[in-house]
């Protein structure tokens, strides 16, 4: 059987409350193979169950704005942008990255992806979360194992984390 080489780590988003048990995990987005984990998920769901338009997606307020701007790069997708003031204001659909678990050669991350024009209480966007496991094979590149979905509108999404698109425009390379 074939190993994989190089270091995988061990990464909790959001990291645990203080006060639970101790963790191993790094609790940052910002250590590898954090962003590869999510642009495959994010792939993923946005594939899967494509927005009808130009869409954007709330990366989490903790990942740096390099590795954001690495996320968009891989997705190569000219109607999917940050959440942004002016985003927001065009009311474009959005998904959202809430959670990133990864334990060596497994990930699994939470992605809220919109459901239409469905709307929720007080007018509000409906969500459906998603849950999208990973593996990597043996380029390091992660792959989709499995999803499973929950029932529409029974989670709530993370707040929006809006980033200035000029600062993001301007990074580049990969982390």
């Given at each position: 059987m074939a190993t994989l080489a190089g270091c995988v780590g061990y990464t909790t988003y959001p990291p645990p409350e203080s006060g639970r048990s101790a963790d191993a995990a790094i609790?940052?987005?910002?250590?590898?193979?954090?962003?590869?984990?999510?642009?495959?998920?994010?792939?993923?769901?946005?594939?899967?169950?494509?927005?009808?338009?130009?869409?954007?997606?709330?990366?989490?307020?903790?990942?740096?704005?390099?590795?954001?701007?690495?996320?968009?790069?891989?997705?190569?997708?000219?109607?999917?942008?940050?959440?942004?003031?002016?985003?927001?204001?065009a009311g474009r659909p959005v998904y959202h990255v809430s959670r990133v678990w990864i334990r060596g050669a497994y990930a699994e991350v939470d992605v809220f992806r919109p459901i239409g024009d469905v709307p929720g209480p007080g007018g509000a966007p409906v969500h459906?979360?998603?849950?999208?496991?990973?593996?990597?094979?043996?380029?390091?590149?992660?792959?989709?194992?499995?999803?499973?979905?929950?029932?529409?509108?029974?989670?709530?999404?993370?707040?929006?984390?809006?980033r200035d698109a000029r600062t993001l425009a301007a990074v580049g390379e990969r982390p």
């Open positions: 609790n940052t987005l910002n250590a590898p193979p954090a962003s590869d984990v999510v642009f495959a998920a994010v792939r993923y769901v946005t594939s899967r169950w494509p927005a009808a338009g130009p869409y954007a997606i709330n990366l989490p307020a903790d990942m740096d704005t390099k590795r954001a701007r690495y996320v968009f790069d891989l997705l190569k997708d000219p109607d999917a942008s940050p959440v942004t003031a002016e985003s927001i204001e459906q979360l998603v849950t999208v496991t990973l593996k990597p094979n043996l380029m390091a590149r992660w792959r989709v194992t499995g999803s499973r979905s929950s029932a529409i509108g029974l989670h709530a999404p993370p707040a929006l984390a809006p």
